[in-house]
């Protein structure tokens, strides 16, 4: 059974950077595409940013030019570089893997407030 640990979460000032990391149980990256989601409080759950499997990547209009997302395949692990964070950046941040299913992880919280 495939597992998604997201961890790197927390309280962060506004301009602040934090990094979230993604850890898959298995070797499911290749074929599949590693995208990251948020969902703030009484909100939908909204994309943030995809890298296929080819490397490709993809960011929400909202986070271009201050988030990057990457992947190291050998770790299993996929990352988002946060910088220049907001607080309307604040929300839970979901790690997903689309893969012949899709499969997602716990989330982790992430706040910026001063």
């Known amino acids: 059974q495939v597992q998604l640990v997201e961890s790197g979460g927390g309280l962060v000032q506004p301009g602040g950077s934090l990094r979230l990391s993604c850890a898959a149980s298995g070797s499911i990256f290749s074929g599949c595409s590693m995208s990251w989601y948020r969902q703030a409080p009484g909100k939908q759950r909204d994309l943030v940013a995809i890298i296929t499997s080819g490397g490709s990547t993809n960011y929400a209009d909202s986070v271009k030019g201050r988030f990057t997302i990457s992947k190291d395949n050998a770790k299993n692990t996929v990352y988002l570089q946060m910088d220049s964070l907001k607080p309307e950046d604040t929300a839970v941040y979901y790690c997903?893997?689309?893969?012949?299913?899709?499969?997602w992880g716990q989330g982790t919280q992430v706040t910026v407030s001063s």
């Open positions: 997903k893997a689309s893969c012949s299913y899709n499969y």
